[in-house]
């Protein structure tokens, strides 16, 4: 017990580490893409505003176009049911440490959500990152994403590939447009929408498509 109670709390030492390394690396690729597009953005349009804003650090935010990006580290390591991604691999059931991920999770919330404190606008996960022991990633979310091949064992961490993460969710975002509500449902507004500042009129994200035909 004490050897199986040692390797399983050694390994999630181990992953945690390795998940605050990739989110270090997810945010400096973050940063440097917000200066790259900044740069060739201002000279056309200097009204667009892009933003990096760093909260703690297990948190993020990126702030463009009226969208806002909000990416998450977990301070849990987890595990999944057998059948679920790459649980069933090879390469997985080679090592139970494989077993293991620390997750990082971006979200698309509308800016002006946070910033006018719309409590009842929803946000949308666009991906989610699993890390394991090996340094090695996992992607999985919307259909929007320019998803790798989701073998872990070919896959470590690289700022590249954080990277093309960050720029996939905000494709994802920019591409998922907002719909206004039918007239039938702001035809009235109650007291306590107004005192909230629930602008019932304003538009709301249609979401995003999961994709579920991944090869593992």
Do not use: W
Request: glycine share 4%; aromatic share 10%; net charge negative.
């Amino acid at each position: 017990m004490f050897e199986g109670l040692k390797q399983k709390s050694t390994a999630k030492q181990a992953i945690f580490r390795n998940t605050q390394a990739a989110f270090d690396c997810l945010r400096l690729a973050s940063q440097e893409l917000v200066v790259e597009l900044t740069r060739r953005l201002t000279p056309l349009d200097s009204s667009v505003m892009i933003e990096y804003r760093p909260i703690n650090e297990m948190e993020f935010h990126i702030r463009f176009s009226g969208d806002l990006l909000i990416f998450i580290m977990h301070s849990n390591i987890v595990t999944f049911p057998d059948d679920y991604g790459p649980m069933s691999s090879a390469y997985v059931n080679q090592d139970f440490r494989r077993r293991f991920f620390g997750h990082i999770m971006a979200y698309n919330f509308m800016a002006d959500s946070i910033k006018y404190q719309r409590m009842n606008d929803p946000g949308y996960l666009v991906g989610r990152l699993l890390v394991n022991i090996n340094n090695h990633y996992f992607l999985e979310g919307v259909q929007q994403l320019e998803l790798p091949d989701n073998d872990m064992s070919d896959n470590p961490i690289t700022p590249d590939m954080m990277r093309l993460f960050v720029e996939s969710a905000m494709i994802a975002a920019v591409n998922n447009d907002l719909i206004a509500p039918p007239l039938a449902e702001i035809q009235k507004i109650n007291v306590k929408q107004k005192l909230e500042n629930q602008q019932v009129s304003r538009g709301s994200k249609v979401g995003f498509s999961f994709s579920n035909q991944q090869e593992y």
